[in-house]
């Protein structure tokens, strides 16, 4: 499974991006798929994830209401939309997939930076 996310950007406070993430390989294979988000010096955070069978969803605290996840149709594309953009925001954004069974294994997509300033 390779991944790659795209469309980060500057953006203001109170602005609107979409993000997406662009999946090949053994799609069958994935359970889940998410977002996460590593600000500078802090850890990595999940952000959202989408089950690829029911399309179930889960979000952080800091972002309902706000940021929605989604996948296209034949599942090669999930998307990050994210609204009312904050300057904790800020963060590189990874795309992440997770596979099916008792030890699921996970593959990351490069980041892409999101920077909001206020």
């Known amino acids: 499974v390779q991944l790659q996310a795209f469309g980060g950007g500057l953006v203001q406070a109170g602005d609107s991006l979409r993000l997406s993430c662009a999946v090949s390989?053994?799609?069958?294979?994935?359970?889940?798929m998410g977002w996460y988000r590593q600000a500078p010096g802090k850890q990595r955070e999940l952000v959202t994830s989408?089950?690829?069978?029911?399309?179930?969803?889960n979000y952080a605290d800091s972002v309902k209401g706000r940021f929605t996840i989604s996948r296209d149709n034949a599942g090669n594309t999930v998307y990050l939309q994210m609204n009312s953009l904050q300057p904790e925001d800020t963060a590189a954004y990874y795309c992440?997939?997770?596979?099916?069974?008792?030890?699921?294994?996970?593959?990351w997509g490069g980041g892409t930076l999101v920077t909001v300033s206020s």
């Open positions: 989408i089950t690829t069978t029911r399309g179930l969803t």
């Open positions: 992440n997939a997770k596979s099916r069974g008792t030890l699921p294994a996970q593959y």
């Open positions: 390989g053994n799609l069958d294979m994935i359970a889940v």
